[in-house]
């Protein structure tokens, strides 16, 4: 049993923000980082700390400066370098560590839907003349390099004035959250037949692949990269925060 624990929350999730909830309510120290700047309006009870770093080894001294005991990592589910960077710091600290994700979509029952491992092969995959809405990211953009389709109507929820690198790319921007009836009516008035988005899981992201299921789109969906061996996964926050009660 550790006394006192002050736990670090690397946060970037709706789950992170139930999280930071339920440790405040409990009196329980922690610190809340995140690897980008967030995203909606709805705020954390703690202000999270904006921290990037390149390596394993500053993620360990920022660990060890904090004076943390334990590693609660509730980060965005793609934000898999983070999660690397975090479990071989806790490893070498030896201090206790877990992983909150939500389970991903499962493709069972939905026969237009398919899987690529990366955006790369996402692109490749895409037919000659399809009109794709795409919910990657701006990052993913030199993914679609050769693009095959009429056009990438990428989803951003920040606004800005930056030009997409190639002719082919329309920006849509909108503030989340979609409601299915949204999203139906802005892929009708897109034109859209094909959807590609990150395998997220979840009920709040997941209204675009009902509304393409409604309207018979396919859809791609990114796999998540592989989780670092022995990593300890919950996918519920009252598992988590039993994992605090614990420590």
């Known amino acids: 049993m550790i006394k006192d624990p002050n736990i670090l929350l690397l946060a970037g999730s709706f789950e992170a923000r139930c999280v930071a909830e339920a440790l405040t309510a409990r009196a329980v120290q922690y610190d809340a980082w995140l690897s980008e700047a967030p995203r909606g309006s709805a705020p954390m009870p703690q202000m999270p700390h904006l921290r990037q770093f390149d390596d394993s080894a500053s993620l360990l001294e920022a660990v060890q400066a904090g004076g943390f005991t334990a590693i609660l990592d509730a980060g965005h589910v793609f934000d898999r370098a983070v999660t690397q960077r975090a479990y071989q710091a806790a490893t070498a600290l030896g201090l206790p560590y877990l992983r909150l994700a939500r389970p991903a979509w499962q493709t069972e029952g939905h026969p237009r839907w398919q899987c690529a491992v990366d955006v790369e092969q996402a692109n490749a995959m895409i037919p000659e003349g399809a009109r794709v809405f795409c919910a990657t990211g701006w990052d993913s953009l030199p993914a679609f390099d050769g693009f095959r389709g009429a056009s990438l109507m990428l ?27 949204d999203e139906k009516s802005l892929f009708a008035l897109l034109g859209v037949d094909l959807l590609i988005c990150r395998n997220l899981g979840g009920d709040a992201s997941r209204t675009k692949l009902d509304a393409a299921d409604a309207l018979g789109l396919d859809v791609i969906l990114i796999n998540r990269s592989q989780a670092p061996e022995g990593l300890p996964v919950v996918s519920g926050v009252d598992a988590a925060l039993a994992w605090v009660d614990a420590l």
């Open 155 to 181: 989803r951003q929820s920040r606004r800005h004035s930056r030009a997409a690198p190639y002719p082919f790319v329309k920006l849509v921007f909108g503030d989340p959250p979609f409601s299915v009836e």
